[in-house]
């Protein structure tokens, strides 16, 4: 079962769950936390948010790292993994996802706007498109891997964090994947260039 909906994931033939949410948190040194379909804490994200707040990083920053850690573990719960043995193989499956995922910013557009991905005839700049740029999946990598370093530091989590040490190599995920996106990183350059496996095209593009 788990497997199929791997495999689904890869091929944009499943979609995440929006379970869980960002609340707004009852102390300023956890302005937001991170809570699961059933409305309980996502403890190890808040201590991690909490560490980030001693270390004099603004409140919309810590809600901004609360979004890009809830998207990471809504991909872990309908994998049925827990974040402490996750591997590369989840975050290359994340990378791929993502990929292949419509970004819900793209659908708040305002009547009369161009779709998502058009080209402005006055000014030839292309509009946003519905994915992730691949810029952005970097910066989900970021702060994937900061989480994971974060915990290593108490020896908790996994012995090997799963997100790539290599800044270069995160942003070589976020344009490419292995070819095996449900294996490993290799430990070379992505072998397969543009799209996922099974995905029909390339859904790279920039962010505003």
């Known amino acids: 079962m788990v497997e199929d909906v791997r ?10 769950p929006e379970v869980g949410t960002v609340v707004t948190g009852a102390s300023p040194h956890l302005p937001f936390v991170v809570v699961d379909g059933d409305g309980r804490e996502v403890e190890p994200v808040s201590v991690y948010l909490r560490d980030l707040m001693l270390g004099d990083v603004s ?25 402490e043995i996750a591997t590369e193989a989840e975050i290359a499956l994340l990378v791929c996802w993502l990929r292949e995922a419509r970004n819900p910013q ?9 779709p998502p991905g058009s080209v402005n005839v006055k000014t030839g700049k292309p509009s946003l498109r519905e994915d992730y740029a691949p810029r952005t999946i970097n910066h989900y ?54 799209a996922c496996p099974g995905s029909a095209g390339d859904p790279g593009s920039p962010v505003g």
């Not at 809830?70 to 309908?78: A, E, F, P």
């Not at 793209?106 to 161009?114: C, M, Q, V």
């Not at 976020?174 to 543009?194: K, M, R, V, Y």
């Open 7 to 16: 495999r689904a994931l890869m091929e944009g033939k499943h979609s995440v």
């Open 106 to 114: 793209r659908l708040r557009k305002r009547n009369g706007s161009p």
């Open 59 to 83: 409140p919309l920053t810590c809600r901004s790292y609360g979004y890009d850690l809830l998207r990471y573990h809504r991909l872990l719960w309908i994998l049925q993994t827990s974040w």
């Open 141 to 194: 990598l970021t702060v994937i891997s900061g989480f994971y370093a974060f915990h290593a530091r108490f020896g908790v989590g996994p012995v090997t964090n799963p997100v790539p040490a290599s800044r270069e190599r995160r942003q070589a995920l976020a344009h490419q994947l292995p070819a095996g996106a449900d294996s490993a990183f290799p430990p070379g350059p992505a072998a397969a260039e543009g």
